[in-house]
C-alpha cells in the first residue's frame, strides 16, 4: 500500500525592522541625539525661551524621523536622495557610449555606472569569467535549464528542493564563493532559431502538415517569449588566496580554481533537477548582457550567429546610451523598472509559489536570486546581537508599561532556529530578490509593472520599487554579474 508524496511547504524568517536603539535607525538616531543635545545646550545657556524660539527646529526633527513614505522615515530618505541629486548635478544620470580612437583594453565590456571596470578574461583553455578588479572577484556564467516544475510530481519536486538547498550549503561551505546569482528572464524572439530547426528537420513538401506547420512557424516564431535561465558563481579572489596560489597565482591560477569549483557546481545543480548546457563563452556573455540593455537586439545577434545562439563583441556589450530616472532606467529599446522582494511569505507555502510572477502572460521581466554565503562565525555573533536586542527592546517596553510586541516573540522565535540550525552545522546564507520590468513604452512599463504587483499579491510577496536606485538595481538585478549589493 503506497502512501501520498505531500509537496514541502516553506516558510521565510521574519524580515527584522528592528532598528540600532529603540527601534532607531543610524541616521535616525544621529538626528535625534544631535537635538537632543542641542536642547540642553539650549536650555542651559537660553533658558526655555531659548527652546521655544527653536520650536520650528524640533518639528522638523520629528517630522524627518516619524513621518514614513515607502517604509522608510524621511530623515533615511536623505542619504538615497542626496546620492541621486548628486548624480543629476554631475550629468552621472546620463551615459552615451563615444567612440574613442585610443586603443582598446581587450576584453572590456563598456558598461556604465560602477560596472565600468568590468572585463571578460579568457584562461588559456578557453573558459571564460567576468573579472572585477576593484572587488576583486571572478564570475562565470552557465545557461541552465529544466524540465517544468509544476508539472513534476511531489516527490520529484520535494527531492529537486532538498537537493538545491544541499548545493548551496555544499557552496557556502567552501569559504572562497561570493555570491551566487540565479537569474531567469523572458526575452522577444525572432523566431529564427525555430525558422533553422525546421528548415533543417521539417518537411514543408509534406501535403497539408508541411503547409500548416511552415505557416505556424512563420506566425509563431515572432511572437514568441521564451525563457532563459543563467547560474553566475562569483569566486572571491581574495578568500581563495591561498587556492589561487598553489594553482599559480594571477588570473591563471583563478581560472583553475574557478574550473574546479564549477565542475562540482554542476554536479550539484544536476542532483536538483538542473542541466547546465554549457558555461558561456566571452561572445555568450556579452550577448546575454547586450540584450538585457537591448532586447531588440536579440533578433539581429541570433541571426548574425553561426550557431543561432546569440553571440556579440565583448565591446559592444553594454548599452548605446542610458538615462536614469527617478523610478525607471531608460536603456536603447527598453525603459526597465527594478522591484526589491522586501518580504516572502509569512506564512508556510508550497516550492513553487513564484508561479503567479514567473509567468505573467504578456510580460518581460527578469527575476533574480542572490545568494551570499556567510561565515559561521560571523552568522552566530549576527544571532547574538540580534537575541540581545529583541530581549532589550523587550525589557524596556515592559519598564514603560507598554503591551508586548506579538512581531518580537514571531522574529526571537525565528532567530532560535537559526541559532539551532548554525549550531547542528547547517550553513548561513543571505538572500535577496530582485524583479525587474521591462517594456517598449512608459505606458506598456506601468500596465506591465502593475499586472506583477497583483501577481505579487498572489503570491504573498512584498515588492518595493527601487526609487532613486534604479541604476545599480537594473546592474544587479538584470545582469547574471553575481553581484551581492546595491
Avoid at 36 to 53: E, I, Q
Avoid at 116 to 121: D, F, G, I, K
Avoid at 278 to 288: D, K, N, Q, S, Y
Avoid at 388 to 410: F, H, L, P, T
Wanted: proline share 5%; glycine share 6%.
Amino acid at each position: 500500500m503506497s502512501s501520498e508524496v505531500l509537496p514541502l511547504t516553506v516558510k521565510f524568517p521574519h524580515r527584522s525592522r528592528r532598528g540600532i536603539l529603540l527601534g532607531l535607525s543610524l541616521p535616525q538616531l544621529v538626528l535625534v541625539s544631535s537635538a537632543l543635545a542641542l536642547l540642553l545646550v539650549t536650555v542651559v545657556t537660553s533658558g526655555l525661551m531659548g527652546a521655544v524660539v527653536l520650536a520650528p527646529l524640533w518639528i522638523t526633527t520629528a517630522v524627518l524621523v516619524g513621518v514614513r513614505r515607502e517604509g522608510r522615515s524621511l530623515i533615511d530618505w536623505a542619504p538615497v536622495v542626496t546620492r541621486y541629486a548628486q548624480r543629476r548635478r554631475t550629468g552621472q544620470t546620463m551615459w552615451r557610449a563615444r567612440p574613442v580612437s585610443r586603443p582598446r583594453v581587450e576584453g572590456l565590456l563598456h558598461l556604465p555606472g560602477t560596472t565600468a571596470s568590468l572585463r571578460v578574461a579568457t584562461s588559456a583553455s578557453g573558459a571564460a569569467a567576468v573579472h572585477d578588479p576593484h572587488r576583486q572577484t571572478l564570475t562565470a556564467v552557465a545557461k541552465v535549464s529544466s524540465r517544468a516544475f509544476a508539472l513534476l510530481d511531489p516527490a520529484t519536486q520535494n527531492s529537486n528542493v532538498a537537493a538545491w538547498g544541499r548545493a548551496l550549503a555544499g557552496i557556502a561551505r567552501t569559504g572562497h564563493i561570493a555570491t551566487v546569482q540565479v537569474l531567469e528572464r523572458t526575452v522577444p524572439d525572432s523566431g529564427d532559431s525555430l525558422a533553422r530547426h525546421w528548415a533543417e528537420h521539417g518537411n514543408p513538401q509534406a501535403p497539408v502538415a508541411g503547409q500548416i506547420y511552415s505557416a505556424l512557424v512563420e506566425s509563431a516564431g515572432p511572437a514568441a517569449a521564451p525563457h532563459e535561465a543563467y547560474l553566475a558563481i562569483a569566486l572571491d579572489l581574495k578568500a581563495a588566496k591561498r587556492l589561487v596560489s598553489q594553482a599559480g597565482g594571477g588570473l591563471d591560477g583563478a581560472f583553475t580554481v574557478m574550473a574546479q569549483t564549477t565542475a562540482s557546481v554542476a554536479q550539484a545543480a544536476r542532483t536538483a533537477g538542473l542541466t547546465v548546457t554549457g558555461w558561456l563563452g566571452p561572445r555568450e556573455i556579452a550577448a546575454v548582457l547586450r540584450t538585457a540593455y537591448d532586447p531588440a537586439a536579440t533578433a539581429r545577434l541570433q541571426q548574425w550567429s553561426s550557431t543561432g545562439r546569440a553571440e556579440a563583441d565583448p565591446a559592444a556589450a553594454g548599452p548605446v546610451a542610458q538615462v536614469e530616472e527617478t523610478d525607471r532606467v531608460i536603456t536603447d529599446s527598453a525603459r526597465h523598472t527594478t522591484y526589491w522582494i522586501e518580504n516572502w511569505p509569512r506564512t508556510e507555502t508550497h516550492a513553487g509559489f513564484l508561479h503567479n510572477i514567473m509567468f505573467s502572460t504578456g510580460v518581460r521581466r527578469t527575476f533574480s536570486l542572490i545568494y551570499a554565503p556567510q561565515g559561521i562565525d560571523s552568522a552566530l555573533r549576527d544571532v547574538q546581537r540580534r537575541k540581545a536586542a529583541i530581549i532589550a527592546d523587550a525589557s524596556e517596553r515592559r519598564r514603560r508599561g507598554q503591551v508586548e510586541s506579538e512581531a518580537d516573540n514571531v522574529e526571537y522565535a525565528d532567530v532560535k532556529i537559526r541559532e539551532k540550525q548554525l549550531i547542528s552545522g547547517h550553513a548561513d546564507v543571505a538572500l535577496t530578490g530582485l524583479l525587474t520590468v521591462s517594456a517598449d513604452t512608459d505606458a506598456h512599463l506601468d500596465a506591465a509593472c502593475a499586472q506583477i504587483e497583483t501577481a505579487a499579491a498572489g503570491a504573498q510577496v512584498d515588492l518595493r520599487r527601487l526609487i532613486y536606485q534604479q541604476t545599480d538595481a537594473f546592474t544587479a538585478g538584470a545582469l547574471p554579474l553575481a553581484r551581492s549589493t546595491l
